[in-house]
T-cell receptor, first 115, second 114 residues
Framework: AQKVTQAQTEISVVEKEDVTLDCVYETRDTTYYLFWYKQPPSGELVFLIRRNSFDEQNEISGRYSWNFQKSTSSFNFTITASQVVDSAVYFCALMGIQGAQKLVFGQGTRLTINP | KAGVTQTPRYLIKTRGQQVTLSCSPISGHRSVSWYQQTPGQGLQFLFEYFSETQRNKGNFPGRFSGRQFSNSRSEMNVSTLELGDSALYLC?????????????FGPGTRLLVL
């Protein structure tokens, strides 16, 4: 079975602080993809990043960075110099080869950036 | 390119009624997936359609059904509504439905069952 755990239910920080959202996953598939989505109050899930199981390089996109460690089954997301607009619920998700086009989501982390 | 669109955006129904939600994928996308989001259960996969065929189904009762049309638009239907069906229903599309593809989500339909 596949499972994604986001242990942090809610995080609240002051603007300009760095914040890391944790994601731990379980899968028996040797080939799989990991995703992060952002859900603002409007409800739409906004795609942020996709990473395949064979690519453990960290990725940086502006203030966002992702750390994928296969050895610990983790795919953590860091926002540097957070801004109020980063406030949202963030979801980590897993898609394995066995469950094509079926995303398994974590419970989400509600991030609040206070001015 | 226009994104995924869902109609209606909000819906209020009473127990026992049925409801049909609609999803139009991104132009050229042929795979459509549906998810239910509730505070208690989080985001759960309902089903996925590709070329008018259901390829994947989540663990939901038979009251939840769907279909896809030849233009890739999809509908999902919930019959005999229960209070627990109140949720945000999200539709997502991808190009050809391969396991490596990113799903792009619509704004959702918020269903309230009274």
């Amino acid at each position: 079975a596949q499972k994604v755990t986001q242990a942090q239910t809610e995080i609240s920080v002051v603007e300009k602080e760095d914040v890391t959202l944790d994601c731990v996953y379980e899968t028996r598939d040797t080939t799989y993809y990991l995703f992060w989505y952002k859900q603002p109050p409007s409800g739409e899930l906004v795609f942020l990043i996709r990473r395949n199981s064979f690519d453990e390089q960290n990725e940086i996109s502006g203030r966002y960075s992702w750390n994928f460690q296969k050895s610990t089954s983790s795919f953590n997301f860091t926002i540097t110099a957070s801004q109020v607009v980063d406030s949202a619920v963030y979801f980590c998700a897993l898609m394995g080869i066995q469950g094509a086009q079926k995303l398994v989501f974590g419970q989400g982390t509600r991030l609040t950036i206070n001015p | 390119k226009a994104g995924v669109t869902q109609t209606p955006r909000y819906l209020i129904k009473t127990r026992g009624q049925q409801v049909t939600l609609s999803c139009s994928p991104i132009s050229g996308h042929r795979s459509v997936s549906w998810y239910q989001q509730t505070p208690g259960q989080g985001l759960q996969f309902l089903f996925e359609y590709f070329s008018e065929t259901q390829r994947n189904k989540g663990n939901f009762p038979g009251r939840f059904s769907g279909r896809q049309f030849s233009n890739s638009r999809s509908e999902m239907n919930v019959s005999t509504l229960e209070l627990g069906d109140s949720a945000l229903y999200l539709c997502a599309s991808s190009s050809s439905g391969g396991y490596q593809e990113t799903q792009y989500f619509g704004p959702g339909t918020r269903l309230l069952v009274l």
